[in-house]
Each structure stands twice: as C-alpha cells, then as structure tokens.
Nanobody, 117 residues
C-alpha cells in the first residue's frame, strides 16, 4: 500500500504562483510514475503532469510553460510549481502514484486551488 498526502493549496490571484507538494509513504519502492491530476467544478478529472523516477516528464497542453513538476526521490516527494495561474486552473488537485508491475494507482485526498480573477 502507498499513502499520498498533498499540501500547498490555497487561494491566489490570477497571475500568481503556488507550489503543491505530495509526500509518499508506505510501499514507496513500488512507486513508478507520480503525477498530478485536477478536477474543476462540474468537470471530469484531468491529467496535469507526471514524472518518472528516471526523469521522464509529461505535461498537459493547458499547463505547459506555466507549471513545473519535480520529484525528489530521496524524500519520496513530488512537487508541482504553478506559475501564471489563471481562473480556469481552479480545481481540486490530486497527487497520484502508479506502481511497477501491478500498475496500481493510488490517490491523495486532494488539495483545493482557487484562482481569483
């Protein structure tokens, strides 16, 4: 089992920045890809960014050039630096971790990011 705990959400004005953190515990050696998803009000959950232990990174087109994902393997933590925030970035942000072999995906409880215009 893997536990994921997010932190760092909050209220920010458009154009501002926030950094989200996600700390993993439990069977962390089984973790492969870690990433971030978000669910905006009234919408489906969508992919934001992901990072593998080896450094392969992917972003959704909507956040490319504004968000930066990073991973500290020694601290079992993944970060999401969000810059130039827009009101449409308002959502609950979820950390995810997918294991090797079994490809199980674990989720954090979510952290709310609200961007005011």
């Amino acid at each position: 089992q893997v536990q994921l705990v997010e932190s760092g959400g909050g209220l920010v004005q458009a154009g501002g920045s926030l950094r989200l953190s996600c700390a993993a515990s439990g069977s962390i050696r089984s973790l492969n890809t870690m990433g971030w998803y978000r669910r905006a009000p009234g919408k489906q959950r969508e992919f934001v960014a992901s990072a593998t232990p080896g450094g392969t990174i992917n972003y959704a087109d909507s956040v490319k050039g504004r968000f930066i994902i990073s991973r500290d393997n020694a601290k079992n933590t993944v970060y999401l630096q969000m810059n130039s925030l827009k009101p449409e970035d308002t959502a609950v942000y979820y950390c995810s971790g997918t294991t090797y072999v079994t490809m199980n995906t674990y989720w954090g409880q979510g952290t709310l990011v609200t961007v005011s215009s």
